[in-house]
């Protein structure tokens, strides 16, 4: 009997995971929080089951979505926490376009990643160190914003330990130096990051 209420219940929990299309919301969430005066987001419609049908999304065969390919589209405003909510993301490629604000720390939640591409845009403030969680990416690009602080340790590691190919932070506000280390000898790693004096 109780092992017939559990299936019940994980049936239930199912249709409402499906129903509530949470990967749409939170890229609708991102929409509303951005300019879009070329419309490349015009196809994304939060009324739909899922948003696997939107352009510059990709799902897997689970409807769940993998990449979200926006690069070069023109959007101004900033990244929203919900972001963090599409736990199967392997890409996010936002760069060159004007994005500003921080980047959230809820970025962490996405560890699946293996592509964060943010380069070329307005990004300010600390390089969370919550992004030290994502030990699949091999591709952080961080270049040409406005972000200040320190690199956080945790992300660093992922240099060494992780599996993070290519860092490239140049051309922002940072502080400190970057050691580029190659200990184990497998690394092959590129560190570029411009010092300057804050
Ligand atoms: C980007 O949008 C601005 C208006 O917000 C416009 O002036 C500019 O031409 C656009 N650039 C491209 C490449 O579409
Ligand atoms: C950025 O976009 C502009 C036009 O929108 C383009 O001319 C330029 O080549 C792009 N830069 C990169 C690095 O993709
Ligand atoms: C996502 O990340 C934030 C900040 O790093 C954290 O507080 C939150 O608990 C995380 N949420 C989930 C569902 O893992
Ligand atoms: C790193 O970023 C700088 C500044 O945006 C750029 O000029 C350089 O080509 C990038 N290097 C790599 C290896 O991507
Ligand atoms: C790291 O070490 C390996 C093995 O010695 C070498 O092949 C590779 O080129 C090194 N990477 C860098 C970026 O120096």
């Known amino acids: 009997m109780r092992f ?18 949470s990967e749409g ?3 609708n969430a991102f929409k509303t929080n951005v300019a879009d005066p070329n419309n490349v987001l015009q196809s994304w419609d939060p009324t739909l089951v899922n948003p696997c049908t ?18 070069d589209a023109n959007l101004s405003g900033s990244l929203v926490p919900q972001l963090g909510m599409l736990s199967n993301l392997q890409y996010l490629q936002i760069q060159n376009n004007s994005i500003s ?15 964060l591409g943010l380069e070329n845009n307005k990004l300010s403030g600390f390089i969370p160190s919550s ?10 690009r961080l270049n040409s914003n406005k972000l200040s602080g320190e ?7 992922l240099v060494l330990w992780g599996n993070l190919k290519l860092m490239n932070v140049s051309d922002n506000k940072l502080a400190g130096t970057v050691h580029h280390t190659n200990k184990t ?10 010092v300057k004096e804050i």
């Open 151 to 157: 690199i956080p340790i945790s992300v660093l590691k």
């Open 101 to 115: 604000g921080e980047i959230p720390s809820e970025l962490g939640n996405l560890t699946k990643l293996v592509s």
């Open 4 to 21: 017939i209420a559990l299936v019940f219940l994980v049936g239930a929990l199912a249709i409402i995971a499906v129903d509530c299309n």
């Open 54 to 71: 939107w352009f510059h999304v990709t799902c897997n065969s689970q409807n769940s979505v993998v990449r979200v390919d926006l690069g």
């Open 25 to 27: 919301d939170a890229l």
């Open 185 to 194: 000898g497998f690394a092959i790693t590129t560190i570029v990051q411009d």
């Open 131 to 140: 992004l030290g969680y994502l030990k699949l990416l091999r591709y952080m």
